[in-house]
């Protein structure tokens, strides 16, 4: 059992920047692969980054909305997961979710993850 917990959402005016945290229980933590998701009001929750394990291991993937803008990274020894969000845009307000998942390679599909966090939110201010 894996437990996620977010930290550092908030509002910011658009072009600013917000650094997203994911802290996870247990001791295996760098043996799951993470990703961060958003879900805006009234949309599907999406893909925006995930970092892998395994093979590859700390491999980042990035949904075209955010490439270049956002980076994934993790700090094993803290057990943390890490999403720093630059060049912030109104479009970019979201509550966002950290997630753990125990397949190996690129997991971009939010059904591929096991353990979710309750999330945070991200308001971007125009």
């Known amino acids: 059992q894996v437990q996620l917990v977010e930290s550092g959402g908030g509002l910011v005016q658009a072009g600013g920047s917000l650094r997203l945290s994911c802290t996870a229980s247990?001791?295996?933590?760098?043996?799951?692969?993470m990703g961060w998701f958003r879900q805006a009001p009234g949309k599907e929750r999406e893909f925006v980054a995930a970092?892998?394990?395994?093979?590859?291991?700390?491999?980042?993937y990035y949904a075209d909305s955010v490439k270049g803008r956002f980076t994934i990274s993790r700090d094993n020894a803290k057990n943390t997961v890490y999403l720093q969000m630059n060049s912030l845009k109104p479009e970019d307000t979201a509550v966002y979710y950290c997630a753990a998942t125990s397949k190996l390679g690129s997991r971009t599909d939010l059904h591929e993850y096991d353990y979710w966090g309750q999330g945070t939110q991200v308001t971007v201010s125009s």
């Open positions: 247990g001791r295996t933590f760098s043996r799951y692969g």
């Open positions: 970092i892998t394990w395994g093979y590859g291991y700390g491999m980042t």
